[in-house]
């Protein structure tokens, strides 16, 4: 496993919760608490031989934890896209976390020796500038980490709201599911929930499992999908409200924007027996993706470019059977579960026809595909076409250019052996198998070849 993707698996997820807001938790209480004590004890000699040691300890953890809330925002903003203001303060927190620590230690030891009066005087002013500097520091990282997560869900107090409107009040004059229908894209997102509706245009870009999910459910009644997602859970509860602006068959409550007339998009109703194989592979392209797991048909098209772990991995099941690929990365994960069922089209309809004979290659052809543009490789007698992949792979592009043209079943296999996600994502790039003897040449790790060039 290389460095970034060791990285990016330990501070993404622990429980299936992301641990920024763990880590950012810590080191908010840690970190100004042993600051303030930390100034105390300056200004209180008598405590400081039972007590400075003890704050030195809290301010160390501290700095561990302001790491890790770096490390693992980047990660949960690859994830759901991070604000730039609180990005860049948090980058400062950790360096300036370590240079009160640093100073804290200077200052023990400084008050521990026979130096100059002066000395420990000018040590004892440096540390209480870095005291009120990181303290306010780090209140404005929480401040806008707080402000970014909240501010958009939660509605203004007003002290005489105005009453939503019931079923009963001018039934039949306001919104209607027609209505609705028309407001169907990312720059104008109405949906249903319960017979209430609500405008999600503003909230797309902020929802936490991503904008492709919300996209999808533009116009639509998307009771379903919110219940499956989210359920009993207060907090999407919340944020919902705040966006809602009606109720079918009422006055809304805010004035709808006008609209031009919007080219509605239309799928395909499935057959009596839901959506066949045949249907499915016509959509196969990023720009109008289906895809089938676990018997049932999903229409990815809006989900490609947000996918967390890049595009490359829908454009690869668009038009084929996703379900290896995608149990390979989420098994037992619910929300992926939960995000996928918001795509969710119908049934794959059940089929009595043969499956199809596989396609083989020969060596020469592999060979001929032997750079980015143009990447095929073979594991285990398995052709792969790996062009798509070349850009996202979480080691690099390096990493997949060694393989191209080449046999990599040995470079496969001493980097992901025994792994079964990075077995299954190779599946869904599977083209077919080798036909004749196999006369490629073995690919090379990449960090093989960057220790013989080390030698």
Known sequence: ??????????????????VHPLAVHVAVVFLPLSALALGILIFVPKWRKAYLPLTLIGLSIATVFTFIAKESGA????????????????????????????????FYFLQKSDRPKWMIQTAAGVAVAAIVSVSAL????????????????IGPIDASP?????DSETPGTGLTAAQVAKHNKAADCWVTIESSVYDLTSYIQQHPGGSGVLTNLCGTDATSAFKSQHAAEMA???????????KIGAVPTTTPKPTSKPTLTTTPKPTAGGYTKAEVAKHSTASDCWSIVNKNVYNLTTYVSSHPGGSAVIKAICGKDGTAAFKGQHSGQSTPISVLAGFKLGALAASTDPDPVAKTYTSAQIATHNSGASCWGLVNKNVYDLTSYVESHPGGVAAITALCGKDATAAFTGQHGGESSPTNVLASFKLGTLSGTNTLQPASRVDEEEEEEED
């Open 138 to 153: 780090t209140y404005f990282v929480g401040h806008t980490g707080a402000e970014a997560t909240w501010a958009k869900r």
């Open 1 to 18: 496993m290389n460095l970034s993707a060791f990285q990016t698996s330990l501070f993404d997820t622990i429980g299936g919760l992301p």
């Open 162 to 166: 105005t009453p939503t409107p019931t």
């Open 75 to 106: 990660a949960l903003g690859d994830r759901v896209g991070e604000p730039q203001t609180h990005e860049d303060l948090g980058e400062i927190l950790f360096p300036a976390s370590v240079g009160l620590l640093a100073v804290g230690v200077a």
């Open 236 to 246: 999407p509860a919340s944020a919902l409200a705040a966006l809602k602006i009606g």
